[in-house]
Structures are given as structure tokens and as C-alpha cells.
């Protein structure tokens, strides 16, 4: 009895110990397609393209600027769309990736350079972006960024 019940416990043991790994492999997958998507992102503001965030955001998607300004996923698009935003860089750095079964929340920090309404603007902070896996894919449902103080 002492014996089975030992195999059992290892059996038992191993089968923890693969489904973890093989559970960490899966994270990683996900977490390089979330960086990715955060990259994409930033081309997307970069190049004034509306049509490529539309589908790598929510339709609840909330995002509330480094100055308080709360937008929702309308005003955010038609944001990114005014001739008057003139981005030349957005790069991001430091890069955290923590997954909770179908939701992801992505922080790390983020430069970004350019001019709005002829005004030019260089802008060091943080970003906080919570992601949801759904349809079979990742949707930012929220963005929130701070700058940091000079």
C-alpha cells in the first residue's frame, strides 16, 4: 500500500512538474506576441495609422494621458488621425509582461518625441497597458502613461 501510494504521489509529481513547464513555455509564447503588439502599436502612432490600432484595441478601450486627459477608444483613434500630431519616435524600454490567465498587463517605460500643433514636445515616462486574450486575440482594454518628473 506504502508503495502505490508512493508511485502515485510521483506520477502525480511529474505531472505538476510538466504541465508548470510546459505552462512557462506558453507564457513565453504569449509574452512575445504581447511585446510584438506594443511594438506594433508604437509604429501605428508613429505613422499617424488609426486603421492599424483599431485592431489592437477594445471596444470599451480606455486611455488616460500623461496630463489627466481620459479618452475613450473614439477620441484616441481620431487622436492618432489629426494632421496636427506630428510623432518622429516612440520606443519603448524595460518591458514587464505579467499574465493572469487571459489577461496580460504590460509595463515599462517610454520615449516619445515629436511636435502637436507646432509645438515640440520630448516626453520620458512610464506606461501601464492591460491587455485581454479574447476571440483569439489580445485586446488592450486600457493605457495609462506618466511622465517622469524632469
Not at 502612432?45 to 477608444?73: C, K, M, W, Y
Not at 517605460?109 to 515629436?114: E, I, K, L, V
Not at 479574447?134 to 518628473?149: N, R
Request: glycine residues 6%; contains cysteine.
Amino acid at each position: 500500500m506504502m508503495k502505490r501510494t508512493s508511485i502515485l504521489f510521483s506520477f502525480l509529481l511529474c505531472a505538476v512538474a510538466f504541465t508548470a513547464a510546459q505552462n512557462t513555455g506558453e507564457n513565453k509564447d504569449q509574452e512575445s506576441r504581447l511585446l510584438v503588439l506594443e511594438h506594433l502599436w508604437n509604429d501605428a502612432q508613429v505613422h499617424r495609422d488609426p486603421h492599424a490600432l483599431e485592431g489592437l484595441i477594445g471596444d470599451h478601450f480606455v486611455n488616460t494621458e500623461f496630463d489627466g486627459e481620459v479618452s475613450d477608444r473614439a477620441k484616441f483613434l481620431a487622436d492618432i488621425d489629426n494632421p496636427k500630431f506630428k510623432s518622429a519616435e516612440l520606443s519603448i524600454k524595460d518591458v514587464k509582461v505579467m499574465l493572469y490567465r487571459d489577461t496580460a498587463i504590460v509595463v515599462g517605460t517610454y520615449h516619445s518625441r515629436g511636435s502637436f500643433s507646432g509645438q515640440q514636445y520630448d516626453h520620458v515616462g512610464r506606461f501601464t497597458d492591460t491587455w485581454i486574450y479574447d476571440g483569439g486575440k489580445w485586446l488592450c482594454v486600457a493605457s495609462h502613461s506618466s511622465l517622469f518628473k524632469k
